[in-house]
């Protein structure tokens, strides 16, 4: 079964950064799109950044110029860098490996609790 973990949430003050990272289990991570998305308390789950397997992305419009996206095909792993963080980015962040080429199923991580505060 393919184990998503993220770490890397935290406190931060506005206007500072952190970098989360999500490790995946699993076999053919190289073959399946990744993406990281987040649910704020009271608010629907949304997508944040996503990365292809040839290394194309895209980011929602309240996170361009701020996140960056990036994967590790060697590690098994995804990457979501996070700048100049506002109040309306706390959310809890969910790393996401996408269906692809067999296997259709959506793996989901625990989450890490971001918060952006004074």
């Known amino acids: 079964q393919v184990q998503l973990v993220e770490s890397g949430g935290g406190l931060v003050q506005p206007g500072g950064s952190l970098r989360l990272s999500c490790a995946a289990s699993?076999?053919?991570?190289?073959?399946?799109?990744m993406g990281w998305y987040r649910q704020a308390p009271g608010k629907q789950r949304e997508l944040v950044a996503v990365?292809?397997?040839?290394?194309?992305?895209n980011y929602a419009d309240a996170v361009k110029g701020r996140f960056t996206i990036s994967r590790d095909n060697a590690k098994n792993s995804v990457y979501l860098q996070m700048n100049n963080l506002k109040p309306e980015d706390t959310a809890v962040y969910y790393c996401?490996?996408?269906?692809?080429?067999?296997?259709?199923?959506?793996?989901w991580g625990q989450g890490t609790q971001v918060t952006v505060s004074s």
């Open positions: 699993g076999n053919n991570f190289r073959l399946y799109a």
């Open positions: 996401r490996r996408r269906p692809g080429p067999g296997d259709l199923t959506n793996y």
């Open positions: 990365i292809t397997p040839v290394g194309s992305t």
